[in-house]
């Protein structure tokens, strides 16, 4: 049996020819150049960006007053108790500015601050030391003529007005009487240092008064008829 056998040829007869199969190219380094070119550039671009949004970001942030370390109720507050801290412009708080760091120092804590909290006026009470229109008065108190527990520097107090020991004895043994008013306030104050102990049971305490009420609490305190009531912190 013969074998049937298919030739394909093109009109002359002949074989095709082989198809040209499409070859991929790599780009030659001159071709490269330019892509590398562009890339670089958007590099460049996005660092820029960046470095605009932290720059903006940066300018919109204060330096303001923080506090070093906790500030107990009523201590003076010092250079060693403030540090700078930089805070968003549009914050919720308005803490002091770092430039008023001369004007923060002397001043008085209201309530006990906390290390690392942003310092505010409302914060901030009197200054411990005398002002245009103060005096300070220094008092020798005896026994309980002082506050139960004592007095600290920047500790608000009222002066008032009591009998003196001579008078208190002539009231006990039936002796005529005094007029003093008893109980009266004298003034309101505070405390410019820490008291110091004197000779016995007495102490003595320096007391920040206004002008017009210094005279008589230094003439007060001359005759023995003074006693000190510390008040709690300003609210």
């Known amino acids: ?17 082989t198809l040209d199969r499409p070859r991929l190219e790599l780009p030659n ?11 670089l550039l958007i590099v ?21 007053l923080a506090l070093a ?17 930089r805070v968003s ?20 804590a ?3 601050l906390v290390e690392g909290t942003l310092l505010t006026q409302a914060q901030l009470g009197a200054p411990v030391g005398p002002g245009p229109d103060e005096s300070v008065v220094g008092l020798l108190l005896k026994g309980t003529r002082v506050a139960p527990g004592g007095l600290r520097q920047g500790d608000r107090v009222e002066i008032i007005l009591t009998v003196s020991a001579t008078e208190g004895a002539r009231a006990d043994s039936g002796s005529a009487g005094t007029s003093t008013p008893l ?21 003595v305490v320096s007391v920040v008064v206004s002008d017009a009420l210094a005279p008589a ?19």
């Open 1 to 17: 049996m013969a074998r049937a056998t298919t030739t394909t040829a093109n009109g002359n007869g002949q074989a095709p020819a």
């Open 29 to 39: 380094e001159r071709q490269r150049r330019p892509l590398r070119a562009v890339a």
């Open 44 to 64: 460049a671009g996005a660092c820029a960006g960046g470095f605009a949004v932290l720059f903006t970001q940066a300018g919109d942030r204060e330096s303001v």
């Open 69 to 85: 370390r906790t500030v107990r109720a009523g201590t003076v507050i010092t250079a060693e108790d403030l540090t700078v801290a």
């Open 89 to 108: 412009a549009d914050s919720k708080v308005q803490p002091l500015p770092s430039s008023a760091r001369s004007r923060v120092e002397g001043r008085t």
């Open 110 to 112: 209201n309530y006990t």
């Open 183 to 203: 109980g009266r306030v004298l003034a309101e104050g505070r405390v410019l240092a820490d008291p110091t102990k004197g000779t016995g049971d007495s102490m």
């Open 217 to 235: 609490v230094a003439g007060a305190a001359a005759s023995d008829r003074i006693a000190l009531v510390r008040l709690g912190s300003t609210p």
